[in-house]
């Protein structure tokens, strides 16, 4: 016989449990259950009270963690039995506050498939309406003013709800209970379509005028969720010439929308796993290998085997590329902005900006409150892989292993993002970008502000970077200073392997081996890093092996032309500057005796022991790539070729601490001089850094017993390298721990710079 007595239970819910459907969640499964009681909202999650049976009580607690809505994340349930109330029914009650308390914010959510239906269904009142949304889609992040989350703080203030909107959303059955943005053709947001600055169409005829200027291969730009793309004909090559021009970006690859999979299948390959990635509420960018036949120009993305894909996420998106004959399939949507400044994102700023870039503009009048870039992805071993965590995935907050103080850590000069932590959660902010300019570094401060005020997070401890000119630096020490918050310089690559290790949710400090590789980072020592073997966890390390030091001739010159710097490497090495060298023929006759004498003088000549240089250096030397027009683009395209089947290695040698080079040069000389073709060197130059990586991982492995390796920077993105390295590895019984949270390059750096900031409290207390 079940027991029919009453009991009671009050239940409290940590996690991402508004704004996302929870309480009519509860509410209709209390229903169900036959429950009285009530739900509400408070600072820091949902509480519950339900009495009734105890096998419905059960039977509730089952459901409620099995089956919360699609955007809920529950952290944690706690329950407590407590004493019957005589409630004669379930009711929602109004939220309850207090403001030292916070709760997790949704990102941007891409539009659900019931709305994409409703969106496409005549019969519905929302039919075509681009601002559809409900409890389970549609804008969060880029337009919270404030906390609550509730319309009032909201950029949908300024519309208020007609009465059919009303009944939906007071209504706790209705899909669009209290969802905050809901609108409709009657009382929400509407397009505009402007040419030279003036409006000349709105609504269903502002879509089709933007549609008319796409179709003849202008350039567009389109007010999207977090900022303003610029939009071309993807299959028109003018058109994207075009837009290159205009945007003063040389190479760097464009990203692509296309309405649905069909459509991207006709172009790359597409994995189950890239399909679902594709496919996922945050719908990044997805970069997949190009079909050996894709149709589409080279100028998307030169010298590179991938197109970076992703698929609508706005209901504007869907209806903008609606198939219709002779209308293209594929549509470049890159940022709106000029090369290197921040996306714009409002509306008289856009208009100033974007106007010489683009022909006319798409764009409606709910305001965007924060600035938020697409994020990029890609699958690597069968799992997704960030390369910029943003749009979709931040403010997400990432779950830490142990409980941390409130602390603000500032980031990395590039790609910069910054860190906020507060009890057992890390608010990683969305894309920064590089803290080059006053605009970036503005959009940084503003950021900032906004962030520390929706998690009510009042730093007690700060973090940055130990390079005394970064703006990220200046602005922390200046913090600290006139807040009196004590300050902790973290070594870039320290917070590459302590962000490794926090992206792998090792809660101890427990020592690893550092394989961190990237461009660039302020050394101990004044010098650049890059080229790092570390031994170390959160609390501190050992720099256990480096490359061998080189001259960037020029300094920032260099960075930009690869040649320089295969140059320098040849005069260190003592090879001579033979005519026939790719690097050599790419300069005057009166530029090398400069450069020599750059060299020699050592005048802005800075060392470096830089991994990602050195593939630039081989990428020049072997004839691909003597100058970039974006980051990383000499070993992207070094990487691109890549002989699979090539089994050969070139050898670096250990002199105590000093990763030597030498024989490595030799061998690529030599192998030049032979006429092997450069996928094949490639190939060698690939596998002679796998190689390089186990042979520092077993000398650490037989002095220490460390068994781990945690492999972080930007280099890692090369997945050729990060996949035989990885299997190398493992064969030698050494574990990898690699990012999965965050991107391996700087972006994680921020992250890396709080942990060891808590540690460092821990540690003082
Ligand atoms: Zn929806
Ligand atoms: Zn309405
Ligand atoms: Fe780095």
Redesign the pocket.
């Known amino acids: 016989m079940p027991d029919k007595r009453i009991s009671a239970l009050g239940i409290h819910v940590r996690g991402i449990v508004q704004g996302v459907g929870f309480r009519p969640f509860v509410y209709q499964l209390a229903v169900k259950n036959n429950l009285t009681g009530w739900v509400c909202n408070t600072s820091d999650g949902v509480d519950i009270e339900i009495n009734g049976d105890s096998t419905s009580l059960e039977l509730f607690l089952n459901d409620l963690t099995s089956s919360p809505p699609p955007l809920a994340r529950i952290d944690e349930i706690k329950s407590h039995s407590t004493h019957p109330n005589a409630y004669t029914q379930f009711t929602i009650l109004e939220s309850r506050s207090d403001p030292s308390n916070f709760i997790p914010i949704s990102p941007d959510i891409s539009i659900c498939p019931d709305c994409l239906r409703e969106l496409f269904d005549p019969a519905n009142h929302r039919y075509r309406y681009p601002f559809i949304n409900c409890t389970n889609c549609g804008p969060r992040f880029t337009i919270i003013k404030n906390i609550p989350y509730d319309r009032p703080f909201t950029t949908m203030a300024e519309f208020p709800?007609?009465p059919?909107?009303r009944a939906e959303y007071d209504n706790p059955l209705d899909r669009r209970f209290h969802a905050q943005p809901v609108?409709?053709k009657?009382?929400?947001p509407s397009l505009s379509f402007l040419e030279n600055k003036k409006i000349t169409s709105s609504h269903e005829e502002a879509l089709a005028a933007a549609r008319s200027t796409l179709r003849v291969g202008k350039v567009l730009a389109v007010k999207g969720l977090g900022g303003y793309h610029l939009a071309c004909d993807a299959s028109n090559t003018d058109a994207v010439r075009e837009l290159r021009r205009r945007k003063r970006r040389v190479e760097k690859p464009f990203a692509l929308m296309a309405f649905d999979l069909d459509v991207i299948r006709r172009y790359c390959h597409i994995s189950d796993q890239e399909q679902e990635l594709l496919k996922s509420r945050q719908r990044p960018i997805v970069l997949l290998q190009r079909l050996p036949d894709c149709p589409l120009p080279e100028d998307l993305a030169p010298g590179q085997k991938t197109l970076g894909f992703m698929l609508p996420y706005t209901p504007l998106h869907y209806l903008l590329l609606e198939p219709e004959a002779g209308f293209p399939d594929a549509l470049v949507m890159t940022s709106g902005n000029l090369s290197e400044e921040p996306i714009a994102y409002q509306d008289t700023d856009a208009m100033e900006r974007l106007s010489p870039l683009a022909d006319a503009f798409l764009t409606h009048n709910r305001d965007i409150h924060i600035r938020v870039d697409d994020s990029v992805a890609r699958v690597v071993h069968k799992s997704p892989v960030l390369i910029r965590r943003s749009r979709g995935y931040a403010p997400d907050p990432l779950p830490l292993p142990f409980s941390f103080p409130q602390i603000f850590a500032a980031g990395a000069e590039l790609k910069n993002h910054f860190t906020l932590t507060r009890d057992s959660y890390a608010f990683h902010s969305h894309f920064i970008g590089d803290l080059e300019n006053y605009e970036t570094l503005k959009s940084y401060e503003q950021a900032v502000d906004h962030f520390e005020n929706l998690f009510r997070i009042q730093p007690e401890m700060l973090a940055c970077d130990l390079h005394p000119d970064y703006l990220s630096t200046r602005y922390t020490l200046s913090r600290s200073r006139e807040q009196n918050i004590p300050v902790v310089q973290v070594q870039h690559h320290h917070a590459h392997l302590a962000a490794c290790l926090l992206d792998n949710s090792r809660a101890t400090d427990e020592p690893v081996i550092g394989l961190i590789f990237d461009g660039t980072g302020y050394g101990t020592d004044g010098t650049i890093w890059g080229g790092e073997v570390l031994a170390g966890g959160y609390t501190g390390y050992q720099r256990r092996f480096h490359l061998a030091e080189f001259r960037l001739p020029g300094g920032d010159k260099a960075v930009r032309t690869p040649a320089r710097i295969a140059l320098a490497i040849l005069q260190s090495h003592g090879f001579d500057w033979q005519k026939d060298l790719s690097p050599v023929r790419y300069f005057s006759e009166n530029e090398l005796e400069v450069i020599r004498s750059q060299i020699l003088s050592r005048i802005n000549t800075p060392l470096t022991t830089s991994m990602g240089r050195l593939f630039d250096a081989v990428s020049s030397l072997i004839g691909i790539r003597q100058q970039i027009t974006y980051e990383g683009q000499a070993a992207i395209e070094l990487e691109a070729l890549v002989d699979p089947s090539e089994k050969e290695s070139y050898t670096f040698d250990l002199d105590g601490t000093i990763i030597n080079h030498q024989k490595v040069f030799a061998q690529i000389l030599s192998d030049l001089e032979g006429n092997l073709s450069t996928s094949r060197i490639s190939a060698r130059f690939h596998n002679a850094v796998a190689h390089l990586c186990l042979d520092v991982c077993l000398s650490i492995k037989e002095e220490t017993g460390i068994k781990t390796a945690a492999l972080s920077g930007g280099v890692w993105q090369n997945t050729c390298l990060y996949n035989k390295t990885a299997e190398l590895l493992r064969q030698h019984d050494i574990a990898v721990l690699t990012h999965h949270k965050v991107p391996a390059n700087d972006a994680c750096i921020s992250l890396g710079q709080a942990v060891i900031a808590a540690r460092f409290v821990s540690k003082e207390v």
């Open positions: 709800m007609c059919d909107c609108a409709c009657t009382c929400g």
